[in-house]
């Protein structure tokens, strides 16, 4: 890897942190480099700690790291809460109007505030300031910075664009004359990198766009963090997609809305947040008892009750796994990417329709806001299956929970033509009909529970990544894959025997890969962004086979590669 580097945003909420991160951002992704933009912040809407961090290398990468290259501060907490992380040459760009008195003379005192008012004539163009300063550290070319100030802020007309431009083109100028320290970067002569992606995307829309790309048709949701920019990129298209939006008045609501579109023939979904989803239980039952298809994406958080809001944890599988009184199939999903995030979610509806069960998928904080440049997505590839429909002319009386080979009803809608559908939230006989005849109950029963072997054949096996038999295997699933596979990837180079197993189908569990990696392997670490580790006990549930050793981590922030690492030393595992 020739060029890996991370330049921390720091400042309070309100400061244009994000818009500071988005500027080099694509500023890196127009020059042809991959990047990770994790972004962290408080739960409150002006002032507090909060930061964007943006990796950017030659090389894929997938995780945030530790390392800090280049500060860049716009409140005094930016560098107390960052400076340890930061490397030996690593260099602090703060506002002059900030005073410190302990910051070595490397360190760069800018006018951004003042360029922003004096040349643009408004203090929110400090963001363009501060971009220009960044780039003249690093003796990065201002060209490229130009072309995406004009695509961002073009659409606020041509004064905007060159107030920006003439900030950005000041403060470079002036930190090249005055900055008189060194970097650790020297991007003077860097060429074109070899990225060709330039689709930068969010787990949050990715599965925004798997929807939209699903024919999704009805969408209800009770915005809740971190879910919320997938519910508001939907909203954002639905009338040129001709979707149903309601934001409705609680996740009760949100959910049994779904299930009513759902019935009716509407692809239909929700977004929340384990809160919300505790509020929907009920309703998941509905669905089941129903055989409703829906498609529910948590964007998982710490908890219990509000817990940390904008912060990160996988703590919601046993619960999602759990929940609702009785016995029911569903399935369980949790992209590890962005890119993954579209094909799960195209995947998520088709496997609703084909078995009728709600389908959910688990993400969480860290994996919906964090930012990649990916592939183009090839929506021409997408198959849409709506599973066994009733044919338009029957001969015999339409029953909705028809008893078939493989438990699965043909489907029809109100409305059908020569067709009566009757839906029920009580045990009911093959017409929809209530029911409490035992003989009738232990079918319907069966009928539900015999769809999980189909269901099992559908679902993907997990990933082996560095190959089979290594001495240590690194067991994870969904967001975490990115810092454990860098972690693996790493001590590999190292000569270190070591592997990683991963889970992107999470419920019902694929065993048959699973049993020969642990048959193999000497030790097996469960890695976890929870406490408890959920999945290794799902794990030991299915099959009876227990990991060796645990890297948890629960403080609501995400885990790194360095992390990993370090747990597997102090383990003596590696």
């Known amino acids: 890897m020739n060029m890996d580097i991370t330049f921390n945003i720091g400042g309070e909420a309100g400061q244009g942190i994000d818009t500071i991160g988005d500027l080099l951002t694509q500023v890196f992704v127009k020059s042809g480099f991959y990047t990770f933009t994790l972004k962290d912040f408080e739960s409150r809407i002006r002032g507090g700690y909060n930061f964007s961090q943006i990796r950017v290398s030659d090389s894929p990468v997938y995780a945030p790291v530790n390392e800090i290259d280049l500060i ?6 930016a560098v107390v809460n960052k400076r340890s992380q930061l490397i030996d040459g690593g260099v602090i760009i703060f506002d002059d109007s900030i ?9 760069h005192a800018a006018p951004l505030l003042k360029t922003a008012k004096e040349v643009g004539g408004n203090i929110r163009m400090m963001n363009a300031a501060a971009l220009g300063s960044v780039l003249a550290i690093i003796k990065y070319p201002l060209s490229l910075a130009e072309e995406v100030l004009r695509a961002i802020f073009q659409r606020k007309g041509e004064k905007i664009v060159a107030g920006n431009t003439a900030v ?3 403060a470079y100028n002036y930190t090249s004359e005055k900055w008189s320290g060194s970097c650790a970067h020297d991007m003077s002569a860097m060429k074109q990198g070899p990225c060709k992606d330039r689709l930068i995307l969010t787990g949050n829309r990715g599965i925004a766009l798997g929807a939209m790309a699903s024919n999704l048709k009805w969408i209800s949701s009770y915005p809740m963090s971190p879910s919320t920019g997938c519910f508001s990129d939907i909203v954002a298209n639905a009338s040129k997609l001709n979707i149903g939006v309601i934001q409705t008045e609680d996740e009760i609501a949100s959910l049994n809305m779904a299930i009513g579109a759902s019935i009716a023939g509407a692809r239909s979904m929700v977004t929340t947040s384990g809160g919300g989803f505790a509020l929907m239980v009920e309703a998941l039952g509905l669905a089941a008892m129903t055989e409703t298809p829906i498609v529910i994406y948590n964007a998982q ?13 996988q703590a919601d599988l046993l619960f999602m796994l759990n929940s609702s009184q009785g016995e029911f199939p569903r399935i369980m999903l949790a992209p590890k990417d962005p890119i993954e995030a579209f094909d799960v979610t195209t995947r998520a509806f088709n496997l609703a329709d084909c078995f009728q069960v709600p389908v959910m998928i688990l993400g969480d904080q860290y994996f919906a806001d964090s930012v990649m440049n990916v592939p183009r997505i090839e929506t021409s590839k997408v198959v849409i299956d709506r599973g066994p429909l009733a044919p338009k002319k029957m001969t015999e009386p339409y029953m909705r929970y028809k008893l078939t080979d493989d438990s699965i009803s043909p489907r029809a809608f109100p409305g059908d033509e020569g067709k009566v559908v009757v839906a029920s939230s009580n045990v009911h006989s093959e017409d929809g009909h209530l029911t409490e005849d035992p003989v009738v109950r232990n079918a319907m029963v069966r009928k539900s529970l015999n769809k999980l072997p189909n269901i099992l054949r559908a679902l993907n ?4 990544y560095g190959g089979q038999g290594a001495e240590t295997t690194l067991l994870t699933w969904g967001s975490i894959w990115g810092a454990a596979y860098e972690a693996m990837t790493r001590l590999s180079d190292k000569g270190v025997s070591i592997n990683q197993i991963h889970f992107s189908d999470i419920y019902p569990l694929r ?3 699973l049993r020969g990696v642990f048959n193999e ?5 469960a890695v976890e962004q929870n406490a408890t580790s959920q999945f290794a006990r799902l794990v030991r549930m299915e099959t009876g086979l227990t990991v060796n050793q645990h890297v948890n981590k629960y403080d609501g922030r995400q ?5 990993i690492i370090d747990h597997l030393k102090e383990a003596g595992i590696v």
Do not use: N, Y
């Open 521 to 525: 392997a000497k030790k097996v670490v």
């Open 559 to 563: 885990m790194t590669a360095s992390f």
């Open 99 to 107: 005073e410190f008195t302990d910051l070595e003379v490397c360190h």
């Open 301 to 313: 958080r710490p908890g219990p009750s509000t817990g940390l809001p904008t912060r990160t944890e």
């Open 511 to 513: 065993t048959e890969l």
């Open 168 to 170: 950005a083109t000041a």
């Open 461 to 464: 096996p997990p990933t082996v």
């Open 72 to 77: 860049i501060a716009l409140s005094r907490d």
